[in-house]
């Protein structure tokens, strides 16, 4: 027991004072300038309490410039959004553009079926169209979707004959 006790002891006999120094490494490390510790105000000591995250950040850095656009977190153009109330398109979006696309160039939409990049219309056209009506009417449709939809590689069925 009594060797465990002093073994304690002159452990903590050698910790404490390597520690507990005030030579000029600690001061400068802590930011003072040598001899007297200063302990300075609320804000000085903050970011020793908080550690730098995001809340201290301007308190640390004031001369950051985050508030230039290139560096706002808000801002997102990838997959996934961090803004809750930003107005973002959707597959139903992209539906309802190429509902109007068809119904511009004469077509009755019906439906839309999507696959990754690929996306297949289907649409009735007129019954009084002849067949080269028809085709030519086909034609200008695709070239509508490549022209108001790039991201798809569109394919159009007529499911009514004309």
Not at 29 to 42: E, F, M, P, R, S
Not at 43 to 70: A, M, V, Y
Request: hydrophobic share 25%; net charge negative; proline share 6%.
């Amino acid at each position: 027991m009594k060797k465990q006790l002093l073994t304690g002891v002159l452990c903590a006999a050698i910790l404490v004072p390597a520690g507990c120094g005030t030579g000029d490494g600690a001061t400068e490390a802590q930011g003072g300038h040598g001899g007297t510790q200063n302990h300075g105000n609320a804000q000085e000591i903050t970011p020793g309490l908080f550690g730098p995250g995001p809340i201290n950040h301007r308190t640390i850095n004031p001369h950051d410039h985050s508030d230039h656009p290139l560096n706002q977190g808000e801002i997102n153009n990838g997959t996934s959004f961090t803004t809750l109330d930003a107005d973002r398109p959707d597959i139903g979006d992209d539906a309802d553009n190429m509902h109007y696309i068809a119904k511009e160039n004469g077509f009755t939409p019906l439906y839309v079926l999507y696959g990754g990049s690929h996306a297949t219309v289907y649409v009735n056209g007129n019954q009084g169209w002849s067949k080269q009506e028809r085709d030519n009417k086909v034609k200008e449709l695709r070239t509508a979707y490549e022209q108001n939809t790039p991201r798809y590689n569109v394919e159009v069925h007529v499911l009514n004959d004309g």
